[in-house]
């Protein structure tokens, strides 16, 4: 059975960088063919992509915050992290990391979702 | 920038048929796929590459593609499906992963 969870802070400061941790359990991000992505959604609105991590390392961003973004995984704690620096109150929103399917690192889709974690960004 | 476009909202009546359509240049060469989103809940896939339906979801839910167009059709619409519906394909390159701006589906 597959599950993921995401954990960091509730409440960011604008200019601050966040740092969320995806824990997931039922695949290893060591296997072929898996990735883990994250997903933000803002109060009220659409999905929206925000990066890619696959089992070889290789690393996809979304190009308008491709500058901010960081992903990294720890295959041994089955851990994905994503990191957003420059943080303002329209980065507001849901981030929810997810399982990957496809094919190689192409015809990625969002197979298992965790529930996600409410980040608000407020002085 | 890559664009995916839905339409807004869609209303429907108990036991009719819903379509929504999902429109963006390379949605020929790239496969498609659809989540369902009820409030407070994670999104739940219910159609990938293009008309392929996960194991669970209900046969009432179905895709299928006409050129820029993909659409996911839910037969005999039942209260519950009542949510928000999201697109996702990919650019031309297969590099970014991209959403659709999201359709409401009302069961009226």
């Known amino acids: 059975q597959i599950t993921l969870k995401e954990s960091g802070p509730t409440l960011v400061k604008p200019t601050q960088t966040l740092t969320l941790t995806c824990t997931f359990s039922g695949f290893s991000l060591s296997t072929s063919g898996v990735g883990v992505g994250w997903i933000r959604q803002p109060p009220g609105k659409a999905l929206e992509w925000l990066a890619l991590i696959y089992w070889d390392d290789t690393k996809r961003y979304s190009p308008s915050l491709k500058s901010r973004l960081t992903i990294t995984k720890d295959t041994s704690k089955n851990q994905v992290v994503l990191t957003m620096t420059n943080m303002d109150p329209v980065d507001t929103a849901t981030y929810s990391c997810?399982?990957?399917?496809?094919?190689?690192?192409?015809?990625?889709?969002?197979?298992?979702w965790g529930q996600g974690t409410l980040v608000t960004v407020s002085s | 920038s890559y664009e995916l476009t839905q339409p807004p909202s869609v209303s429907v009546s108990p036991g009719q048929t819903a379509r929504i359509t999902c429109s963006g240049d390379?949605?020929?060469?790239?496969?498609a796929y659809w989540y369902q989103q009820k409030p407070g809940q994670a999104p739940v896939l219910v159609i990938y590459?293009?008309?392929e339906r996960p194991s669970g979801i209900p046969e009432r839910f179905s895709g299928s593609t006409s050129g820029t167009t993909v659409t996911l059709t839910i037969s005999g619409v039942q209260a519950e499906d009542e949510a928000d519906y999201y697109c996702q394909s990919a650019d031309s390159s297969s590099t970014y992963v991209v959403f659709g701006g999201g359709t409401k589906l009302t069961v009226l």
């Open positions: 390379t949605l020929p060469k790239q496969y």
């Open positions: 590459k293009d008309t």
């Open positions: 997810a399982h990957r399917r496809g094919v190689g690192t192409v015809h990625n889709y969002f197979d298992y």
